[in-house]
């Protein structure tokens, strides 16, 4: 069993800049890849970045490619998102997820996730 828990949400301008953070729980930590993804009202929830327990994989969707970095510090059981030139389109309530799914091509599926946080509002203003 893995507990998520976000934050770092909150109100920005447009370019502005941004660090989510997931702290999780639980014994079996260590061997889950992270992910993260958003939802914006009406929308469907959406794969934002991807990080494997071992932290040498990680995968960013297109649209946030050159502006958000995925990381993971283990000891503290905590991964990050820094996001940078933030935009009025990335406004959305962030997820942060856990799986143990190896299979890469399947880390952006929202379905391979099986614990995830309460999520945190990110809005930007144009």
């Known amino acids: 069993q893995v507990q998520l828990v976000e934050s770092g949400g909150g109100l920005v301008q447009a370019g502005g800049s941004l660090r989510l953070s997931c702290v999780a729980s639980g014994r079996t930590y260590g061997r889950y890849t992270m992910g993260w993804f958003r939802q914006a009202p009406g929308k469907e929830r959406e794969f934002v970045a991807t990080?494997?327990?071992?932290?040498?994989?990680?995968s960013l969707a297109d649209s946030v490619k050159g502006r958000f970095t995925i990381s993971r510090a283990s000891a503290k059981n905590t991964v990050y998102l820094q996001m940078n030139s933030l935009k009025p389109e990335d406004t959305a309530v962030y997820y942060c997820?856990?799986?143990?799914?190896?299979?890469?091509?399947?880390?952006?599926?929202?379905?391979?996730?099986?614990?995830w946080g309460q999520g945190t509002q990110v809005t930007v203003s144009s």
């Open positions: 997820a856990a799986t143990g799914e190896d299979r890469l091509r399947l880390w952006v599926l929202p379905s391979s996730y099986g614990y």
């Open positions: 990080i494997h327990w071992s932290g040498g994989t990680t």
